[in-house]
């Protein structure tokens, strides 16, 4: 029983092996390429690579003995395309398709690696990442949501069945009765990774004492933050996990249908979970009497048309329903009274994700990793000012900075580091002070953020805080559903006040404006939209209220980002190039050739081209 | 008796029953937490936050409307934090609403300005951006005014809940939210029935009637026209409360006096119709019976529910008995045996009719209801509007002198009087039809089974050795469920009454707003209005249509017989499917 792999750890005891024995086998080879197939990789030309690495193999006659694989994403996105290549675990990035012809007669024909193309190399000592090479990115990583991202083919079920898929399903429907499974659970401390924090056993657990019937399983992959991509790779990567997970969240509570609620806007990652449910489905994973059991369970796909606050679990509801996507006071939650008012568990991507690892391994094995009331990892998309922007997966407890510094490698082009949003719009910004806090759910919200979905954004200080805070609110009030009078109301007026306030027509009152505006949209509104909208101006008020300040006494923007206030001026650098004069759109620069010039600030627009044009740093702003 | 749990209100302890909301607990114990969006007949919005108060223990304020009570809570109703707050909140909302109060036409009548004043709010201190819509007018009955919508989805929730008309929604996002019929449609073409239910539970201005009371006090200036007026029975239960009565006193003998200070030449009342319609309608019912016309017949006096039957149930037009409603049966008449009884030019009667509906501004609209070549109803004002028009000109209506209405077609018996009310059509056809077919008078004429405010009602009256099923709906949503049964097995009923509004036209759309600590559609209020009716009902010698001595007059001398061919031009009508946009012909779909 059973089969054999060579690539992964792990070769488990496999229950009903006959029904899940691997299908197709790995045909002797000299090189396996793995190439990244993750949407980034994808929009940085990786088909082309592939069509290009194809030819290159066919023209060499190596087709035989390299054998080439998709992968979903490895999170380290700001390298990509990126190209591994086994053995050796050689790690290629930002690859064209150029480099191609290179690569393939170098590495795989005289078998030394392209040593310009590596990404950098470093000591590892994570035992997940062997298989990645020594890569500082990974180095302080612990995959375990992402744990076969990037290592198996996502559209091929065999290879999720090559590193234990679906094994922890077969262990819960032979050895384990629903309560168990939701004990164990419950002894994990996972808790829900959607933003809120609340603990994914005790969920369960509502549910499951619900009376019997008809009850619904949801999966939310509506994720809405600007910049976060956790779901959707998560999914495009490893799709099958989640669909396991909710097999088992079905058996656990006595429900036999589940809904995936992901935004159209996925089309890659809704392509591979279709794929997959009709693979699971063809194995006998989903569907009548699943594994030969008495339980029977299917999953269909919602598409979310794209407003962020579907990813409210009630307004998720709402939207499956057919209604407008709404949220509605809680009590009743929907373990109670959920879809079509019958019981319903609903948990985000990477709360499923989790759920195969602890049903394997086990909830003790689980709630080891991470801090005192925040166990497991979290998983964050690294965006903005930092060097190694995307996709990091971390146990809980690591610091701010150990992410942006040693994952993130840190801010580039030698500018300092400023703050931190972490969790998505809805987040506060966390200045230099706050860089050691832990991440977990208490300590950020502590600081004054919150973890949320898992979005990360380093801000440097060439950022108008005022600024940023504006921005994000300026997306919450657009995504507000407009049900909640605080909401819908009071974030316009915010945005009203900081835009004032970033034109340079702010008043002093606007700032208590913002603070008293800000707590009682926190503490009325209806749903966690509202109730978290104002987080980054609260917090930005909080840690750089000198900014605020500047703005509005001094109509002043020290990271002259806000135009209105800016002034700009040539200086004696100048040596009459007049590369200033032809770019400004309003003839506002004066001069004669080969002297300095001169900006007419009254004509001025302050668009910043000839800031941007000037070679000599003649160009200042202030 | 559910065992009682310990709350603290302010510090308070208190002992009240679980399983309810912290505003029920709170309201029984003499703590009216302010509330804007929540209404006791609508399903649970939480969405105004007007209603939040502090909880011990909660990490933020909870909606007190939507929040159960449960054991050892401490609740705070009145905190600094929560009274600010609140402020804001319905600060915020008078920020984004037309300053324009002392024009608008709720002006001393809406809950937003009760609530600010009641909040405090003295100064402003958000101003921004406004929503700016317009209006929509192309509704001959609602008129539609977002710029005045505060967004707390009464309306919304009364359209589809209680209505099941689904005809409003929230559109999108945001501060843009707006509310308006499907693709923004225009009233007039959606699927509005004129109901009228969404201005009763408006908190503001979005939802009016299509005011004609400037033209109106226009004719009344007139001295080329013969001024007719009609009033509706409810409206008589009902318009004290605009003059800041009780629910449930009877003015009649006030309003036709009001009425003809006003300037009214005569004052009829609809509920001579209301004799005269059963007298038709028991004639048709009995000649179904008995030649197995189409059954069960079901009443058409309802001008909301006639909109709704032919956009949603046309494949019930047939059931609909042809008679006209009331109104448009006394304004038939206005014009042609009254005019001729004068011996006037039928053009130069001006028929108008006060109405405790809104859709009747519609139905008199309707082209087919013309009586030879004239609009048989010029003009129809609401309770509403009526109220107004007293008050405007002065007219101390309160301690008037009680007049009676004229003759010929102005007297009514208790029969015509319970049309106002639910089940009260039914009971006065059965009063009637009892006797034309079995030749015998009935003498329990009350019906007790289908009276009271239950959403479907049956009862049954034997005749002759035969049953009679009856069932009665009132609401346009419990019509709907009782039509869904009606498809599904014809033979059940026999005869079936519905009126398009919660509580019949007590509850009409044209009815007072509620007044200062009261809420629209109150239950108790709409049953003291029915009792007002019953009880003039009560208090008459002459009980049954066809006692009315006036109503034989009028057949002796005019229209022969019930159902006769000229009673037949003048007091029946036909109905035809209707296509409002969004209603696809079934052949369309295939």
């Given at each position: 029983?059973?089969?054999?792999?060579?690539?992964?750890?792990?070769?488990?005891?496999?229950?009903?092996?006959?029904?899940?024995?691997?299908?197709?086998?790995?045909?002797?080879?000299?090189?396996?390429?793995?190439?990244?197939?993750?949407?980034?990789?994808?929009?940085?030309?990786?088909?082309?690579?592939?069509?290009?690495?194809?030819?290159?193999?066919?023209?060499?006659?190596?087709?035989?003995?390299?054998?080439?694989?998709?992968?979903?994403?490895?999170?380290?996105?700001?390298?990509?395309?990126?190209?591994?290549?086994?053995?050796?675990?050689?790690?290629?990035?930002?690859?064209?398709?150029?480099?191609?012809?290179?690569?393939?007669?170098?590495?795989?024909?005289?078998?030394?690696?392209?040593?310009?193309?590596?990404?950098?190399?470093?000591?590892?000592?994570?035992?997940?990442?062997?298989?990645?090479?020594?890569?500082?990115?990974?180095?302080?990583?612990?995959?375990?949501?992402?744990?076969?991202?990037?290592?198996?083919?996502?559209?091929?079920?065999?290879?999720?069945?090559?590193?234990?898929?679906?094994?922890?399903?077969?262990?819960?429907?032979?050895?384990?009765?629903?309560?168990?499974?939701?004990?164990?659970?419950?002894?994990?401390?996972?808790?829900?990774?959607?933003?809120?924090?609340?603990?994914?056993?005790?969920?369960?657990?509502?549910?499951?004492?619900?009376?019997?019937?008809?009850?619904?399983?949801?999966?939310?992959?509506?994720?809405?933050?600007?910049?976060?991509?956790?779901?959707?790779?998560?999914?495009?990567?490893?799709?099958?996990?989640?669909?396991?997970?909710?097999?088992?969240?079905?058996?656990?509570?006595?429900?036999?249908?589940?809904?995936?609620?992901?935004?159209?806007?996925?089309?890659?990652?809704?392509?591979?979970?279709?794929?997959?449910?009709?693979?699971?489905?063809?194995?006998?994973?989903?569907?009548?009497?699943?594994?030969?059991?008495?339980?029977?369970?299917?999953?269909?796909?919602?598409?979310?048309?794209?407003?962020?606050?579907?990813?409210?679990?009630?307004?998720?509801?709402?939207?499956?329903?057919?209604?407008?996507?709404?949220?509605?006071?809680?009590?009743?939650?929907?373990?109670?009274?959920?879809?079509?008012?019958?019981?319903?568990?609903?948990?985000?991507?990477?709360?499923?994700?989790?759920?195969?690892?602890?049903?394997?391994?086990?909830?003790?094995?689980?709630?080891?990793?991470?801090?005192?009331?925040?166990?497991?990892?979290?998983?964050?998309?690294?965006?903005?000012?930092?060097?190694?922007?995307?996709?990091?997966?971390?146990?809980?407890?690591?610091?701010?900075?150990?992410?942006?510094?040693?994952?993130?490698?840190?801010?580039?082009?030698?500018?300092?580091?400023?703050?931190?949003?972490?969790?998505?719009?809805?987040?506060?910004?966390?200045?230099?002070?706050?860089?050691?806090?832990?991440?977990?759910?208490?300590?950020?919200?502590?600081?004054?953020?919150?973890?949320?979905?898992?979005?990360?954004?380093?801000?440097?200080?060439?950022?108008?805080?005022?600024?940023?805070?504006?921005?994000?609110?300026?997306?919450?009030?657009?995504?507000?559903?407009?049900?909640?009078?605080?909401?819908?109301?009071?974030?316009?007026?915010?945005?009203?006040?900081?835009?004032?306030?970033?034109?340079?027509?702010?008043?002093?009152?606007?700032?208590?404006?913002?603070?008293?505006?800000?707590?009682?949209?926190?503490?009325?509104?209806?749903?966690?939209?509202?109730?978290?909208?104002?987080?980054?101006?609260?917090?930005?008020?909080?840690?750089?209220?000198?900014?605020?300040?500047?703005?509005?006494?001094?109509?002043?923007?020290?990271?002259?980002?806000?135009?209105?206030?800016?002034?700009?001026?040539i200086?004696?650098?100048c040596v009459g190039c007049g590369a200033c004069k032809r770019?400004c759109?309003?003839n506002a620069i004066d001069g004669t050739r080969k002297e300095k010039h001169h900006i007419d600030?009254?004509?001025?627009?302050?668009?910043?081209?000839c800031?941007?044009?000037?070679?000599?740093?003649a160009?200042?702003?202030? | 008796?559910?065992?009682?749990?310990?709350?603290?209100?302010?510090?308070?302890?208190?002992?009240?029953?679980?399983?309810?909301?912290?505003?029920?607990?709170?309201?029984?114990?003499?703590?009216?937490?302010?509330?804007?969006?929540?209404?006791?007949?609508?399903?649970?919005?939480?969405?105004?936050?007007?209603?939040?108060?502090?909880?011990?223990?909660?990490?933020?304020?909870?909606?007190?409307?939507?929040?159960?009570?449960?054991?050892?809570?401490?609740?705070?109703?009145?905190?600094?934090?929560?009274?600010?707050?609140?402020?804001?909140?319905?600060?915020?909302?008078?920020?984004?609403?037309?300053?324009?109060?002392?024009?608008?036409?709720?002006?001393?009548?809406?809950?937003?300005?009760?609530?600010?004043?009641?909040?405090?709010?003295?100064?402003?201190?958000?101003?921004?951006?406004?929503?700016?819509?317009?209006?929509?007018?192309?509704?001959?009955?609602?008129?539609?005014?977002?710029?005045?919508?505060?967004?707390?989805?009464?309306?919304?929730?009364?359209?589809?809940?209680?209505?099941?008309?689904?005809?409003?929604?929230?559109?999108?996002?945001?501060?843009?939210?707006?509310?308006?019929?499907?693709?923004?449609?225009?009233?007039?073409?959606?699927?509005?029935?004129?109901?009228?239910?969404?201005?009763?539970?408006?908190?503001?201005?979005?939802?009016?009637?299509?005011?004609?009371?400037?033209?109106?006090?226009?004719?009344?200036?007139?001295?080329?026209?013969?001024?007719?007026?009609?009033?509706?029975?409810?409206?008589?239960?009902?318009?004290?409360?605009?003059?800041?009565?009780?629910?449930?006193?009877?003015?009649?003998?006030?309003?036709?006096?009001?009425?003809?200070?006003?300037?009214?030449?005569?004052?009829?009342?609809?509920?001579?119709?209301?004799?005269?319609?059963?007298?038709?309608?028991?004639?048709?019912?009995?000649?179904?019976?008995?030649?197995?016309?189409?059954?069960?017949?079901?009443?058409?006096?309802?001008?909301?529910?006639?909109?709704?039957?032919?956009?949603?149930?046309?494949?019930?037009?047939?059931?609909?008995?042809?008679?006209?409603?009331?109104?448009?049966?006394?304004?038939?008449?206005?014009?042609?045996?009254?005019?001729?009884?004068?011996?006037?030019?039928?053009?130069?009667?001006?028929?108008?009719?006060?109405?405790?509906?809104?859709?009747?501004?519609?139905?008199?609209?309707?082209?087919?209801?013309?009586?030879?070549?004239?609009?048989?109803?010029?003009?129809?004002?609401?309770?509403?509007?009526?109220?107004?028009?007293?008050?405007?000109?002065?007219?101390?209506?309160?301690?008037?002198?009680?007049?009676?209405?004229?003759?010929?077609?102005?007297?009514?018996?208790?029969?015509?009087?319970?049309?106002?009310?639910?089940?009260?059509?039914?009971?006065?056809?059965?009063?009637?039809?009892?006797?034309?077919?079995?030749?015998?008078?009935?003498?329990?004429?009350?019906?007790?089974?289908?009276?009271?405010?239950?959403?479907?009602?049956?009862?049954?009256?034997?005749?002759?050795?035969?049953?009679?099923?009856?069932?009665?709906?009132?609401?346009?949503?419990?019509?709907?469920?009782?039509?869904?049964?009606?498809?599904?097995?014809?033979?059940?009923?026999?005869?079936?009454?519905?009126?398009?509004?919660?509580?019949?036209?007590?509850?009409?759309?044209?009815?007072?707003?509620?007044?200062?600590?009261?809420?629209?559609?109150?239950?108790?209020?709409?049953?003291?209005?029915?009792?007002?009716?019953?009880?003039?009902?009560?208090?008459?010698?002459?009980?049954?249509?066809?006692?009315?001595?006036?109503?034989?007059?009028?057949?002796?001398?005019?229209?022969?017989?019930?159902?006769?061919?000229?009673?037949?031009?003048?007091?029946?009508?036909?109905?035809?499917?209707?296509?409002?946009?969004?209603?696809?012909?079934?052949?369309?779909?295939?």
């Open positions: 029983m059973g089969f054999q792999n060579t690539e992964t750890k792990n070769s488990g005891n496999i229950h009903f092996g006959m029904r899940i024995e691997r299908k197709a086998t790995v045909p002797e080879v000299h090189y396996k390429i793995t190439l990244c197939d993750g949407t980034s990789c994808i929009r940085k030309q990786s088909k082309q690579i592939h069509q290009i690495l194809d030819q290159e193999l066919r023209k060499r006659n190596l087709k035989e003995v390299v054998s080439v694989h998709l992968s979903g994403c490895l999170g380290m996105c700001a390298k990509g395309p990126i190209l591994i290549i086994n053995p050796g675990y050689v790690m290629y990035g930002n690859i064209t398709e150029a480099d191609i012809p290179e690569i393939v007669e170098s590495h795989l024909v005289h078998d030394t690696p392209v040593a310009r193309l590596m990404v950098e190399e470093n000591h590892l000592y994570n035992r997940f990442f062997r298989i990645f090479g020594d890569v500082d990115f990974f180095g302080k990583q612990m995959r375990i949501t992402l744990r076969n991202c990037g290592i198996i083919d996502p559209e091929n079920i065999d290879d999720y069945l090559s590193v234990r898929g679906y094994e922890a399903l077969a262990k819960v429907l032979t050895d384990m009765k629903p309560e168990q499974v939701v004990s164990e659970v419950k002894k994990s401390g996972l808790r829900g990774r959607g933003g809120a924090g609340f603990p994914t056993g005790m969920k369960w657990e509502f549910t499951a004492k619900q009376p019997a019937g008809e009850k619904y399983v949801i999966c939310n992959a509506d994720e809405g933050d600007p910049g976060a991509f956790m779901d959707r790779s998560a999914i495009e990567g490893d799709p099958h996990t989640v669909l396991e997970g909710m097999i088992i969240g079905g058996y656990a509570v006595g429900s036999s249908r589940g809904v995936v609620y992901i935004r159209a806007e996925y089309p890659l990652a809704i392509k591979r979970l279709e794929k997959a449910i009709a693979a699971a489905r063809e194995h006998g994973f989903l569907g009548q009497n699943i594994l030969g059991s008495n339980f029977s369970f299917d999953i269909e796909i919602r598409l979310g048309a794209g407003a962020f606050v579907c990813g409210e679990e009630t307004a998720l509801i709402h939207s499956i329903e057919g209604s407008r996507g709404m949220p509605r006071p809680r009590p009743p939650f929907p373990a109670v009274s959920g879809l079509f008012g019958r019981p319903t568990l609903i948990n985000n991507v990477e709360t499923w994700a989790n759920i195969p690892v602890i049903i394997l391994d086990g909830g003790e094995w689980f709630s080891g990793i991470g801090t005192q009331g925040s166990k497991g990892t979290k998983v964050f998309a690294l965006a903005g000012k930092v060097r190694n922007t995307g996709l990091v997966e971390v146990p809980m407890g690591t610091t701010l900075r150990e992410i942006v510094f040693d994952i993130g490698g840190g801010i580039p082009n030698g500018r300092k580091f400023k703050a931190v949003q972490t969790g998505g719009p809805s987040g506060g910004c966390l200045p230099e002070p706050y860089l050691d806090t832990p991440i977990d759910y208490e300590s950020l919200a502590k600081a004054g953020s919150i973890m949320g979905s898992g979005g990360m954004i380093v801000i440097d200080e060439d950022s108008c805080m005022v600024n940023i805070a504006r921005f994000f609110i300026e997306f919450t009030q657009s995504e507000s559903c407009g049900k909640c009078a605080p909401c819908r109301e009071g974030t316009r007026r915010m945005l009203e006040i900081l835009t004032r306030i970033t034109e340079g027509k702010g008043c002093p009152e606007d700032i208590d404006k913002l603070e008293r505006l800000g707590a009682m949209i926190k503490k009325s509104s209806l749903c966690g939209l509202g109730q978290s909208a104002p987080n980054p101006i609260l917090s930005t008020i909080k840690n750089f209220r000198e900014e605020y300040e500047e703005h509005v006494n001094q109509k002043k923007c020290r990271a002259g980002v806000c135009a209105a206030m800016l002034s700009y001026t200086n004696d650098n770019a759109p309003v600030p009254n004509k001025c627009i302050k668009c910043g081209q800031y941007s044009v000037c070679k000599f740093s160009v200042a702003k202030a | 008796m559910d065992k009682k749990i310990t709350i603290y209100i302010n510090s308070k302890e208190y002992k009240v029953s679980p399983n309810q909301t912290i505003m029920q607990a709170a309201d029984h114990l003499g703590f009216h937490i302010p509330r804007l969006c929540y209404h006791p007949k609508l399903s649970i919005e939480g969405a105004c936050r007007v209603c939040i108060v502090e909880v011990e223990g909660m990490r933020n304020f909870v909606a007190s409307c939507a929040y159960p009570v449960s054991d050892g809570m401490k609740i705070h109703t009145n905190t600094q934090e929560l009274r600010r707050a609140r402020r804001d909140i319905v600060e915020l909302l008078v920020d984004n609403h037309p300053m324009d109060c002392h024009t608008c036409e709720r002006d001393g009548n809406c809950e937003l300005q009760r609530l600010a004043s009641s909040m405090g709010i003295r100064a402003r201190h958000f101003v921004g951006q406004r929503k700016q819509y317009g209006r929509d007018l192309s509704g001959q009955a609602v008129i539609r005014d977002p710029d005045k919508c505060i967004l707390c989805g009464r309306c919304v929730r009364m359209c589809s809940e209680i209505q099941q008309v689904h005809n409003l929604t929230q559109a999108h996002r945001g501060f843009d939210t707006v509310v308006m019929p499907a693709y923004n449609m225009p009233m007039a073409e959606s699927v509005c029935t004129a109901c009228g239910q969404c201005i009763n539970v408006c908190p503001t201005a979005a939802f009016l009637e299509k005011n004609y009371t400037q033209e109106l006090f226009e004719k009344l200036n007139d001295p080329n026209l013969i001024k007719v007026a009609q009033f509706a029975p409810s409206v008589r239960a009902a318009i004290g409360e605009a003059f800041g009565l009780e629910a449930g006193h009877n003015m009649e003998g006030q309003l036709v006096a009001a009425l003809r200070k006003l300037g009214f030449n005569y004052v009829f009342d609809t509920q001579f119709s209301a004799d005269l319609t059963i007298m038709e309608e028991a004639t048709e019912f009995l000649e179904r019976i008995q030649n197995k016309g189409k059954l069960p017949m079901i009443t058409s006096c309802s001008s909301a529910w006639m909109k709704c039957m032919e956009q949603f149930y046309p494949d019930l037009i047939e059931n609909i008995s042809t008679c006209k409603s009331p109104m448009s049966m006394q304004s038939a008449l206005a014009k042609t045996f009254f005019a001729q009884k004068i011996g006037v030019d039928p053009k130069k009667i001006f028929s108008v009719a006060a109405m405790c509906c809104t859709a009747k501004k519609y139905e008199a609209a309707r082209p087919e209801l013309d009586v030879e070549g004239m609009r048989a109803t010029d003009i129809v004002v609401t309770t509403r509007e009526i109220a107004w028009m007293i008050k405007s000109a002065g007219i101390d209506f309160l301690n008037i002198e009680p007049e009676t209405q004229d003759h010929p077609i102005g007297m009514s018996s208790g029969a015509g009087v319970i049309f106002g009310t639910t089940g009260g059509v039914m009971e006065a056809s059965i009063r009637t039809a009892y006797e034309l077919y079995t030749g015998q008078t009935l003498v329990d004429i009350e019906v007790e089974s289908i009276r009271g405010l239950k959403g479907i009602k049956e009862g049954k009256v034997v005749m002759d050795g035969q049953e009679i099923r009856v069932a009665v709906a009132h609401g346009l949503g419990n019509a709907c469920k009782l039509l869904d049964v009606v498809r599904k097995d014809p033979g059940r009923y026999h005869f079936v009454e519905i009126m398009g509004c919660p509580g019949g036209c007590v509850g009409g759309g044209g009815q007072p707003y509620a007044g200062v600590n009261s809420i629209p559609l109150d239950e108790d209020a709409l049953m003291k209005r029915a009792e007002a009716l019953y009880s003039i009902d009560r208090a008459k010698t002459i009980r049954r249509s066809y006692d009315n001595p006036d109503i034989q007059k009028l057949y002796k001398e005019y229209l022969q017989r019930p159902g006769s061919p000229i009673a037949h031009k003048l007091l029946h009508t036909h109905y035809k499917q209707k296509f409002p946009q969004g209603i696809i012909p079934k052949e369309a779909l295939k």
